[in-house]
């Protein structure tokens, strides 16, 4: 499995720590070892303009996953997950942890998008956030309280 980070924009961030989250996501869904993902942590003028262009949304959010294709029967190329650091940055503060804590968050809620997780209506939501405990707990992480 391999998990590209990018970081697009100022704040510390802990690479790693999120790189491993989205493995455990990974191995938890049950992905392929030749699994590729793409994280993009960028600012919120970023995210609001794929949010605009593809959700036809005009406002920054957290977090947006773009799934990919199969290529020869297997799920090669899961997608990429973009992740707004000055949306999470905010968010973080409102629920009283830190950054690091909220993008751990943000990149399982990304993954698991890719993994076919759907959020649309109340009872998928719950399903998807308790889907993100689990996967959370083993990888060492705090799911969101």
């Known amino acids: 499995m391999h998990v590209t980070l990018i970081d697009r924009q100022r704040r510390r961030v802990p690479k790693g720590r999120l790189v491993r989250v989205a493995k455990a ?10 699994t590729e993902v793409t994280i993009v ?31 020869e029967g297997k799920r090669l190329l899961l997608g990429d997950v973009a992740i707004s650091a000055e949306t999470a940055q905010r968010q973080a503060r409102a629920l009283g942890h830190s950054l690091a804590d909220e993008l751990v968050v943000l990149v399982a809620h990304g993954m ?10 109340p009872r998928q939501r719950r399903r998807m956030m308790k889907r993100g405990e689990e996967v959370l707990r083993p990888a060492g992480a705090r799911p969101r309280t």
């Not at 996501?25 to 030749?34: K, N, S």
């Open 41 to 71: 942590i960028g600012a919120d003028t970023w995210i609001r303009r794929l949010n605009r262009e593809y959700k036809g949304k005009d406002n920054p959010t957290d977090v947006l996953a773009f799934p990919q294709g199969t290529r």
């Open 112 to 121: 698991l998008h890719l993994t076919g997780w759907k959020d649309q209506t």
């Open 25 to 34: 996501v990974m191995v938890a869904e049950g992905c392929d070892p030749e």
